[in-house]
């Protein structure tokens, strides 16, 4: 029972399965089923008798509807009649339409055709479009190199790699010009280099006038400076390129490089570092550039220089082209930093100047003229104030300037000695006549001198103490003073060097080519020339105190302060006792020659009335030399003259009674030698001048002793420090001893009686 009901189920889900689909699978699973559980024949029933029911209900439908299904029939049937004919009329028209289609299939397969062609062609003029296009942007590379539009070039053919060529790499001309961009690119380089190198021959060439320009642009500010410090006076402690000068000049504005007489454009520079950085070759440019700046440089310096051509052009083309390489590289180095470095740049100049002083200092043997010297160390200056203003170091140069100094203080010394020389040895040493007051103005100016008289006291003509030769070695000592210090300016770091320097060397002129000069012509005989010997040294002792302090006054103050001592015043004073001596000595030689010529009758019988010639010529002697040759000597030298020659006086003439040839003295004797001392007393009561009378206290009190009657009193102690305290106590018994009380007569004396004791005569 359950399965008949089961089977009835599965015939109703059967029935009532839609869409069609799951009526078969209903159906399928139904007799599935059935034929598992062997109900196979109870489904075939239970389907007949659906379909039984299913028949009844259409015939019991169609009976009730029967006319109305006839004449829909029929209607049908008209309505197939009528679409029969209708699809004979398509039929027709299918047949046309079909005609039609294929005439239009066969032109659209024409216009397809036609289109595919004509795509082919658009396809063909594209790639030719940019076929051209790249080879248009090729040709357009070369033709800016022809321009030298070289950056213009190299973006083009950056942009043909990397743009265009892109569009057209299947085609085979897209890799050739690919292969071609490496040669492109380095004619590009190849180009902008030789552009590079034509700048650099340019500069090259221009280099000297560019340094010449420079070393105006710095005279013109020598000049400002100068003006500057003449208006205001403490301007005058700044030196160039100082902050204060350089602010003070800063409204001057000046481009050495851009102005109407040089203009150097960098643009090819500039230029070629863009090509090189675009190509990536920053470095290897870099290094290119720097050799060939280093060759440059070598061509720049000469093998050899002279230093005594006309104008000294061979020294300032060295320096001037020195001077504009060297600013080139500066301003290269500030508008490129990346290109140039400091220490690049610092090497390049280090070598220059050391190559540049090397041909400096293997020339300085042609200079022989310390004027000639100088305007080389000018120019040299130049160049220093000028590189230092472009923040170059120039401490080389600056060492070399005292190599310069050395050899210019020396030229100095050699030709001033030459004048020295030439100036004492010319002089006729002789007082120096005056005859007008201009001139007499003039030699006064330029000596130091300080006259005894005022100068509206003078009488002209009139003599100075001086010879000649002192105003003219006055001269020539301010002259070198003057050309010592025209070294230090402009430039010069050194000048404490100077200052030590123009003292040794003034030293060395005054000590050697003067003052030793002056002594070596003390050995002659004329006493005139040895007093005005004497009389020059004296004014060179006072002038030589005067240069210290002028050596002080001028000195820098980098020196160290105090006093300044010249050897040379010592040695002016020191041959001033020199000359004092040997006029001693030839006052003294005249009056051994005149006492010499005494002819003392010792043993004489008779009186002498008057006083021997030899003292009446010794006095004039010595009042003519005061009075004369000796007039021009200090008061204070002439008394010590006075002095030294009548102390001598004195000893020579005891002298004559103390001879061993003397062995007899008579009363008459001794009266004539107390008659000549009485004469020389008396000549020296006239020179008014106390202190002169002692140096006759021995031979007055001698003379006295032989003379006395008590001759016992020279023994007594008391009473000769009384009254014999000068004489000697070995001179005055031998004397006494030589006394006679006796005179013989005149006839007892043999022939030679006459004769002076001088000659040995045995009394």
Known sequence: MDRRKQTETAVQQIILAHPESEYFNQLILAIKEAEIGGGGQQLLQSLAEVSNDLEGEIESICSVNHQGFISSVNQLQEARHGSVASMTDILGLNISVQASTETLAQQKKTLVESRGVRQNINKANHALYDCLEVLRLANQVHDLLGKKSHYSALRSLDELQNVHLLEITQYQIAELIQKSVPAIKKLVADAVMADLNTWLFRVRETSQFLGEVAFYHTEQRRTRQKDRAEKVLPLRNFKLNSAVESAADEDEEFDILDNEDVQVDFTPLFECIHIHEALGQTETFRTDYAATRRQQKELLMPASITLVDPEGASLSELLEGIAGFAVIEKTTMKKAPNLRSVADVDELWDSMCQRAITLISNALFEVTNAELLLKIKGVIAL??????????????????????????????????????????????????????????????????????????????????????????????????????????????????????????????????????????????????????????????????????????????GASAGGAVALRASEEFRSSKKTAEKRIFELVNSKIDDLIGTAEYDWTAANLESEPSNYMQTLTRYLSNIMNTVLLGLPTEIKELIYFDALSHAATMILSLPLSPEVRSISPHGVAALAKDVQYLTEFVDTLDNPVLKENLDELQQTVALIQADNSDEFYDIATRNKKYGRVDAVNGPRLLEKLIHSVQSPAKNDKFGTLSSRFGKKV
Not at 387 to 412: C, H, I, N, Q
Not at 424 to 440: C, Q, R
Not at 462 to 476: E, G, T
């Open 383 to 556: 160049f220093i104030q000028t590189m230092s203003s472009w923040g170059y170091l120039v401490r080389y140069l600056d060492a070399f300037l005292l190599t310069l100094f050395d050899k210019y203080a020396e030229l100095l010394k050699r030709r001033f000695s030459d004048d020295f020389q030439e100036i004492v040895s010319t002089d006729d040493y002789m007082p120096m006549p005056i005859h007008k007051a201009d001139e007499y103005d003039k030699v006064v100016n330029v000596s130091w001198y300080t006259p005894e008289k005022a100068r509206d006291e003078l009488h002209f003509p009139c003599v100075l103490p001086f010879s000649q030769m002192y105003p003219l070695c006055c001269i020539d000592i301010r002259n070198f003073l003057n050309q010592f210090y025209f070294f230090s300016d402009d430039h010069f770091q050194h000048p404490k060097v100077i200052d030590d320097t123009l003292k040794s060397s003034l030293d060395e002129l005054l000590c050697e080519k003067v003052c030793q000069s002056l002594v070596e012509r003390l050995s002659t005989q004329y006493l005139g020339q040895i007093v005005q010997i004497l009389i020059n040294l004296e004014h060179f002792e006072i002038a030589c105190q005067e240069l210290e302090q002028l050596l002080v006054a001028a000195r820098s």
